[in-house]
Each structure stands twice: as C-alpha cells, then as structure tokens.
C-alpha cells in the first residue's frame, strides 16, 4: 500500500555531515507526520526529530538539538534529516516513518522504511 525508501547513509568523518532522504508512495491519501528514528547496537530504537507536514512544527531529540535540521517536501511526500558535527555515538541505522491516511480509509497508519545505515567513524 505505502512503501518509504530512505536514501543518504554511509560512512562520515567525526565532524561530517550528512543528509538523510526519505521517500513515501504508494496508495497516499494524507500524511499527517513524517519522522526519523535511529537504533544503535545494543541499544533501543529512539525517536530522532520529527515534523508535522501540515504545519511544519518539529521536534528533536536533546542530543541533535542544534545540529539537525528535518524539513519536508509535501508535494513529493518526502522528508529530509540534516545532520550537521556528527559524532561517533550517531551511528546507528536509521529509519523513516510516515503516518499516512491510505485512499480509501479514514484512519491513520504509521508506516516503516527499510532503514539506512549511517557510521560515524575515522
């Protein structure tokens, strides 16, 4: 029904930057938010930053605070996560989500990417 396809993961300098992209299609009839989440070995998923499509608000977890930037492209359901003085505790796999009303329906669902895998490592 909805498929999300992030791009923009590698392996980046401490220090570097890095620009995630994440693309929604599919059977789309609203999306209300769109947000990064990232999970490091051993460790639990956490909730990146966030933005709601409609009104542009956003959220950021403390550690990125200052030094990401999530922006979106309605007209291309897409979000973006910039990602500016990477440190080594960054690294993770990184995943998209979007909450999407699907054609059809009159509810929300919130659907996952595949991840990306960004390394923060010299």
């Known amino acids: 029904q909805v498929q999300l396809v992030e791009s923009g993961g590698g392996l980046v300098q401490p220090g570097g930057s890095v620009r995630l992209s994440c693309a929604a299609s599919?059977?789309?009839?609203?999306?209300?938010?769109m947000a990064w989440y990232r999970q490091a070995p051993g460790k639990q998923r956490e909730l990146v930053a966030r933005?709601?499509?409609?009104?542009?608000?956003?959220y950021y977890i403390d550690s990125v605070k200052g030094r990401s930037t999530i922006s979106r492209d309605n007209a291309r359901n897409t979000v973006y996560l910039q990602m500016n003085s990477l440190r080594t505790e960054d690294t993770a796999a990184y995943y998209c989500?979007?909450?999407?009303?699907?054609?059809?329906?009159?509810?929300?669902?919130?659907?996952w990417g595949q991840g990306t895998q960004v390394t923060v490592s010299s």
């Open positions: 989500t979007a909450e999407v009303v699907v054609t059809g329906t009159d509810y929300s669902r919130t659907f």
């Open positions: 933005i709601a499509t409609a009104s542009g608000s956003t």
């Open positions: 599919g059977s789309i009839s609203n999306i209300y938010n």
